[in-house]
């Protein structure tokens, strides 16, 4: 049974910082290709990175570097780290194995001006 479980999350004041994690079970972790996505409230879900079995990285234009991805094969961990945080940030954080349905329950991160 895949899973996949997010943590991390919280509220935290601009300019903070936060890392996420994606524990995941179930799968073969080191060939997976892993990604965030994140959803605001009223708007669509977006990608944020992702990251390969090879470890090439790509994180959305619009975050202006801010975030980085990685992963720990040896923990069966994706990670997100959020640095310079906006208002603008606050959203649900996903965890997707990369092209299948199987996403994480969501992690809540609000970002206080």
């Known amino acids: 049974q895949v899973q996949l479980v997010e943590s991390g999350g919280g509220l935290v004041q601009a300019g903070g910082s936060l890392r996420l994690s994606c524990a995941a079970s179930g799968i073969a972790f080191s060939i997976a290709d892993m990604a965030w996505y994140r959803q605001a409230p009223g708007k669509q879900r977006e990608l944020v990175c992702s990251?390969?079995?090879?470890?090439?990285?790509n994180c959305a234009n619009s975050l202006e570097g801010r975030f980085t991805i990685s992963r720990d094969n040896a923990r069966n961990t994706v990670y997100l780290q959020m640095n310079s945080l906006k208002p603008e940030d606050t959203a649900v954080y996903y965890c997707?194995?990369?092209?299948?349905?199987?996403w994480g329950q969501g992690t809540q991160v609000t970002v206080s001006s």
């Open positions: 997707n194995w990369l092209r299948t349905d199987y």
């Open positions: 990251i390969t079995r090879s470890r090439h990285t």
